[in-house]
Each structure stands twice: as structure tokens, then as C-alpha cells.
């Protein structure tokens, strides 16, 4: 039900933002709105929401669908300045759904799994530093 919601946003999002500023085909909007959907449910809310939070996430995804609309958009589509107000109006309105789409991920997430990274907020990276009790002397 998720990927079909984020598959529904995203191909709405697209289409407002290609069919203002670009030319593009309904392959188009479909492909981007494809790989936006796989790219940001496998990254963004299997491994980041879990780990970092809900507003956090939200930044990254707003990162990543920026980022997939500037990268093949520069490869499938004409202008720099239309690819850049795409990119934007569509990460915006990709981003303001992310917020229902992750509360309902949430809700329906265990609580073991909510925080698999350690603490809320960080990942678990953890140093251990130690001090030699009797250091080599010099002859």
C-alpha cells in the first residue's frame, strides 16, 4: 500500500512539474516517477527512517528526488533552468507527502525496529581508545 501511495505521489508530483516546465512524454513521467518510488522506499524508509527520524528523513528524500530529477533530467531533458524549477516544485510535493507516507510506516512499524540504529536520531558507530600501560622506552 506504501509503494502504490509513494508510486501515486510521485507520478503526480512529476507530471505537474515536467508538464509546466518541460516537453516530456508520459514514459517519461513514469520512469522517473518508477525509480523515484523504488530509490526512496529501499533508501529512505527501510534504512533511514528507522535510524535518523521522521523529519530527517524528509530531508533526504526531498535530497533524493531533487537529485534523480537534476542528474536524468540533464541526460533526458533540454534546458538547465527548467530542470532546476522541476526539480524543485517536484521535491517539494514529493516531500510534503513523505510525511504521511513515514507516520504511517511508523505506526505500523514494531517498536524493536523503530530504533534498530541505537539511540533515536544516530547511528551506531561507537570508538574505543585505549592507553598503553607500559610504552616501548627508547635505548
Given amino acids: 500500500m506504501v509503494l502504490l501511495i509513494k508510486f501515486i505521489t510521485s507520478l503526480v508530483a512529476y507530471a505537474v512539474a515536467f508538464d509546466l516546465f518541460f516537453d516530456a512524454t508520459w514514459v517519461d513521467i513514469i ?5 523515484t518510488t523504488i530509490v526512496s522506499y529501499s533508501l529512505g524508509d527501510r534504512i533511514l527512517l528507522p535510524r535518523i527520524g521522521n523529519i530527517n528523513a524528509i530531508i533526504a528524500d526531498f535530497l533524493l528526488s531533487y537529485s534523480i530529477v537534476w542528474v536524468f533530467g540533464s541526460v533526458l531533458l533540454n534546458s538547465l533552468l527548467q530542470i532546476a524549477w522541476g526539480s524543485i516544485i ?8 513523505e510525511y504521511f507516507v513515514h507516520r504511517r510506516i511508523l505506526n505500523a512499524m514494531p517498536e524493536e525496529d523503530r530504533n534498530r540504529g541505537g539511540a533515536p536520531g544516530k547511528f551506531a558507530y561507537a570508538m574505543e581508545m585505549g592507553e598503553e600501560s607500559e610504552p616501548l622506552k627508547e635505548k
Fill in 31 to 35: 520512469s522517473f516517477s518508477l525509480l
Fill in 90 to 97: 517536484s521535491a517539494i510535493i514529493i516531500s510534503a507527502s
